[in-house]
């Protein structure tokens, strides 16, 4: 399977906005749930939010209200748009369908964002 591929991430001061792209292969995208996971320095990779094939959605309380993902399932591609970030968001963030673990899907490189307090 092919890697996903991130990209979208940099430099932001708090309260800015940044919007992440990920394309993924056919064999991670279709008909799965999607999810944006974040990894913190020295932390575990963890869920920040997914969404369902038919576009439903879900957050952890952390990025709610401010996070928002979409899905364009005729690009393969799944979208994270943050607004009002914070400090505390600042790590690589990853894309990849919700059962990555359990499937042992292929992690992309990430993309990375920094925001300045």
């Known amino acids: 399977q092919a890697q996903p591929v991130e990209s979208g991430g940099g430099l932001v001061q708090a309260g800015g906005s940044l919007r992440l792209s990920c394309v993924a292969s056919g064999n991670i995208f279709n008909g799965n749930n999607m999810a944006w996971y974040r990894q913190e320095p020295g932390k575990q990779r963890r869920l920040v939010g997914r969404?369902?094939?038919?576009?439903?959605?879900y957050y952890t309380d952390s990025v709610k209200g401010r996070f928002t993902i979409s899905r364009d399932n005729a690009k393969n591609t799944v979208y994270l748009q943050m607004n009002s970030l914070k400090p505390e968001d600042t790590g690589v963030y990853y894309c990849?369908?919700?059962?990555?673990?359990?499937?042992?899907?292929?992690w992309g490189q990430g993309t990375q964002v920094t925001v300045s307090s």
């Open positions: 969404i369902s094939a038919s576009g439903f959605t």
């Open positions: 990849n369908s919700d059962d990555v673990w359990a499937a042992g899907r292929p």
